[in-house]
Nanobody, 124 residues
Framework: QVQLVESGGGLVQAGGSLRLSCAAS????????MGWFRQAPGKEREFVAA????????NYAHSVRGRFTISRDNAKNTVYLQMNSLKPEDTAVYYC?????????????????WGQGTQVTVSS
């Protein structure tokens, strides 16, 4: 089992940057592909980015490609989401998730474990 804790959210002006972190418990972090999802008020949770176990493969939603970067440090049991050129429409609660398979799925149902989320608010 994996427990995930997100951090790094906050309030930022449009055009600014934030880096989210997701720390995982346990010694099996490297056995999970990791993903970031987000949920804005009144909307369904949506895929943002995913990274394979080794970090060699990544996948991004079209809306964030070129602005966001997902990375991981298996020695620190942590996955990151660097968010640049933020827009008001990026405002949401951001969740990290773990998938026991080694791929970069954009499908929520493929992920086995979820964190509690961290709020990101982008002001215009």
């Amino acid at each position: 089992q994996v427990q995930l804790v997100e951090s790094g959210g906050g309030l930022v002006q449009a055009g600014g940057s934030l880096r989210l972190s997701c720390a995982a418990s346990g010694r099996t972090f490297s056995r999970y592909a990791m993903g970031w999802f987000r949920q804005a008020p009144g909307k369904e949770r949506e895929f943002v980015a995913a990274i394979s176990r080794s970090g060699e493969m990544t996948n991004y939603a079209h809306s964030v490609r070129g602005r966001f970067t997902i990375s991981r440090d298996n020695a620190k049991n942590t996955v990151y989401l660097q968010m640049n050129s933020l827009k008001p429409e990026d405002t949401a609660v951001y969740y990290c998730a773990a998938d026991s398979r080694d791929w970069t799925s954009p499908v929520l149902a493929d992920y086995n474990y979820w964190g509690q989320g961290t709020q990101v608010t982008v002001s215009s």
